[in-house]
């Protein structure tokens, strides 16, 4: 863009500067001291007319820490962090907001009420008794068929 920019200024510069270097180059003897007139030292076309002149801008990088990984060291941190408090949220959901300090301990009886099937049919007021020991001991006390 820049080149552009400078064959732009080039061009128009040229364009209005011909006229007064044809006039110039015809009378010699009538040019006003705030024209620019050719050097010989330059023996190009364009040597009367000056460079211009840029400047580039200086570029400051950033300061970088200490530790190169500490920028990775501490987005860790966030996300073990974040996933502490995730499953300490997952944990009182699943528990209903009860603290860790007294973990309920509650066994299921299954001898405690018939379920709702028994309840509606009336199947639930009969006992089975287990027919044949339960436990080794018990089968080891059994008389023996012989």
Avoid at 48 to 67: E, G, L, Q, R, V
Wanted: charged content about 25%; overall charge neutral; cysteine-free.
């Amino acid at each position: 863009m820049n080149v552009a920019r400078l064959l732009l200024w080039i061009g128009i510069t040229a364009a209005i500067a011909a006229p007064r270097l044809a006039v110039a180059q015809e009378a010699p003897a009538q040019q006003q001291a705030d024209d620019i007139t050719p050097t010989e030292e330059s023996a190009s076309p364009w040597g009367w007319m000056k460079m211009p002149t840029m400047t580039m801008p200086k570029i400051s990088w950033p300061k970088m820490p200490a530790d190169p990984l500490a920028p990775i060291k501490s987005s860790a941190k966030k996300v073990s962090d974040g996933g502490k408090k995730a499953w300490e949220g997952t944990k009182e959901i699943f528990t209903g907001g009860k603290s860790d300090e007294q973990p309920a301990t509650r066994v299921a009886d299954a001898s405690a009420s018939p379920s709702w099937w028994e309840r509606m049919t009336g199947g639930g007021e009969k006992k089975q008794e287990p027919e044949g020991p339960a436990t080794i001991n018990e089968w080891m006390a059994q008389k023996r068929v012989e």
